[in-house]
């Protein structure tokens, strides 16, 4: 069984160091938009120490990220990392627009547990910011993927929780 898949990245799957963790195969194809969703933060994350990222339904948003191409192979473990199995998220097939023209057909992941969305990511109540060292792991991906800048800025506007410790993720940072 050969081939491959492509995967919207828009949380710490950005940076390649990170993705390329559980997922050796996968090779950055470009960036995109994901139209009618946008970015939030839910779930407290022990490995992160704080609030991880999703993507929730907005008519009036959209998220950016970056375009994977991976081997079928690892389909599985990256549904293992993002918490499939433990339904902590679940895989959607998603049109994503690209720069050049067109969409390109992908799997991303939503959390399980939808929540009402942010209206405003620069208030996010504090059991919802993301660790200072999860969020800069996103702003670093955000910025080697090349993704706009107008998007970079909207990243550094989101608050953390301060926390800038060690995570269990099996490479430094």
Known sequence: MG???LYFAYGSNLLAKRIHINNPS?????????????????????????????????????????????????????DRQEGVPHK?????????????GGTKKCRVYQQ??????????EKLADDRKPSAV???????????????????KFLHRIPDNGYNGEVDIGIKL
């Open 3 to 5: 081939g491959t898949f």
């Open 26 to 78: 996968a090779v950055r194809v470009g960036i995109g938009k994901l139209m009618n969703y946008q970015l939030d933060f839910l779930t407290y994350s022990e490995r992160w120490h704080g609030a991880s990222a999703t993507i929730v339904k907005n008519d009036r948003r959209h998220v950016w990220g970056a375009i994977w191409e991976i081997d079928l192979k690892h389909m599985e473990s990256l």
């Open 88 to 100: 902590i998220y679940y895989a959607l097939d998603v049109d994503v627009i690209v720069p050049e």
């Open 112 to 121: 399980c547990v939808i929540p009402s969305a942010t209206e405003d990511i």
């Open 134 to 152: 999860y969020l800069n792991i996103i702003k670093e991906g955000a910025k080697e993927s090349n993704l706009p800048e107008e998007y970079q």
